[in-house]
């Protein structure tokens, strides 16, 4: 406490220990902050994955935004030029509604005065894969329809964040990949998770999973229906 009010001394901290259960009392708390922040070991990724047996089920159940920083990493403020790294990027699905993931994102972005980057990943189907490459018109079209979905997911958002410096990225790889090698350098990596899994399904999706246990930045998971 005495370290965090040093390096914010315009903040109100306050401590609080509480005899029970670490989880419970991590989700209790959670349901009623605007956002809670977990941190990790500090084990290396490649030597473990990056969420504890505590970690992962309040990401897993928390019903509002939990950003997860790795032990090591550190955000000393907003990059001198709008190119630098050090900016927010979200992952994008687009195939239904993102405007949870988008609200943090741009409201995260203008907080920190530093760029915003949507990516999304597609993978090019078999079918268009060929000995000496793969379809131009095929990869073409994908990129067209996808250039489309996104540019019309960020508009009404851009509108309501003008001084937002904006900018998409469609990767024709498999979203994981897309995600993970575009937050390399970046501030915060933005991901979601469906609230409403099928049963027998995991807690999180392929994309929050790997950028979980990949990115080197912060991570804000971010539930929605």
Not at 1 to 25: F, S, W, Y
Not at 157 to 166: L, R, T
Not at 169 to 177: D, F, Q, R, V, Y
């Amino acid at each position: 406490k005495a370290e965090l009010q040093a390096r914010q001394p315009g903040l109100t901290i306050v401590g609080n220990l509480v005899a029970e259960d670490a989880q419970e009392a991590l989700l209790k708390a959670a349901a009623e902050s605007e956002m809670t922040v977990l941190g990790s070991r500090g084990l290396e990724s490649v030597e473990s994955y990056f969420l504890g047996d505590i970690s992962m089920p309040v990401v897993a159940r928390a019903e509002r935004p939990v950003v997860l920083v790795r032990a090591g990493t550190r955000d000393d403020g907003p990059p001198s030029a709008p190119g630098a790294s050090g900016g927010v990027v979200v992952a994008l699905k687009l195939h239904g509604p993102c405007d949870d993931l988008l609200a943090f994102s741009f409201a995260a972005a203008a907080a920190r005065g530093v760029p915003l980057r949507a990516v999304h990943g597609r993978s090019v189907p078999l079918h268009a894969h060929a000995p000496w490459g793969t379809d131009h018109d095929v990869t073409e079209k994908m990129t067209q329809e996808a250039q489309k979905l996104l540019s019309d997911a960020l508009r009404p958002w851009h509108e309501k964040f003008p001084s937002v410096e904006v900018a998409d990225s469609i990767g024709l790889e498999s979203p994981t990949k897309a995600v993970v090698r575009a937050a390399e350098g970046a501030g915060l990596l933005v991901v979601g998770r469906r609230m409403h899994r099928p049963a027998l399904a995991p807690p999180l999706g392929a994309v929050a999973t790997a950028a979980i246990h990949h990115a080197r930045c912060p991570v804000a998971v971010i539930p929605h229906d």
